[in-house]
């Protein structure tokens, strides 16, 4: 399903109705969601109460954009907390010292053509599969069964899939099961 030409909020809408609808196919217990303000956490937590189902919400590590601040916003951090939703904030797993060296050096990174070639299916992609990862490492999700992850391009959601997790040591044993949705003008 496309999620392209849609303005974020349909996008996000649409998202959350095509997890809403894979869930009862069996063989999900866990959802992990990129949100850097949490309001994309915050939806997905309404949107799967009363489901058997874990949220996992990864945000962006500090100093991801300008100084030391982390962008959650504090109403949506304690709305998750308050739920006892995992928050986890870390160095993102397909950037990392590998983009310092790019940015200080010149040149590409193992790390960065992975990712480069994730992003072919878009970013939202791209990050799914890196939050997949760093909520492994973290030890936040299973990497014997099958999870939902939710990821969008700059704001909000516009990508979901079904896939298997790894650990970072792991990285090829991740396997990318069902794309649910994802933007058609990539």
């Not at 894979?22 to 850097?36: D, E, F, N």
């Not at 950037?95 to 790019?102: C, L, T």
């Amino acid at each position: 399903m496309a999620t392209s030409g849609l303005n974020r909020g349909d996008a996000m809408a649409l998202v959350i109705d095509v997890v809403q609808r894979r869930l009862p196919l069996g063989g999900i217990h866990c959802v992990v969601v990129a949100t850097s303000t949490g309001e994309t956490g915050v939806r997905f937590l309404d949107a799967l109460a009363g489901r058997n189902v874990k949220l996992v919400c990864v945000t962006h590590h500090a100093g991801f954009g300008n100084g030391d601040e982390l962008d959650l916003v504090p109403e949506y951090e304690a709305a998750l907390r308050a739920a006892d939703v995992p928050i986890l904030i870390a160095t993102h797993a397909l950037s990392g010292i590998g983009r310092s060296i790019s940015a200080q050096f010149g040149g590409t990174t193992p790390v960065e053509l992975i990712a480069h070639t994730l992003r072919l299916f878009g970013q939202g992609m791209k990050v799914c599969v890196e939050i997949a990862v760093m909520a492994a490492d973290a030890g936040l999700i299973p990497t014997d069964r099958d999870i939902i992850c939710v990821a969008g391009t700059g704001h909000g959601a516009d990508t979901a899939v079904v896939l298997r997790p790894a650990h970072m040591n792991r990285f090829f044993d991740l396997r990318i099961r069902e794309i649910l949705c994802k933007p058609s003008d990539i």
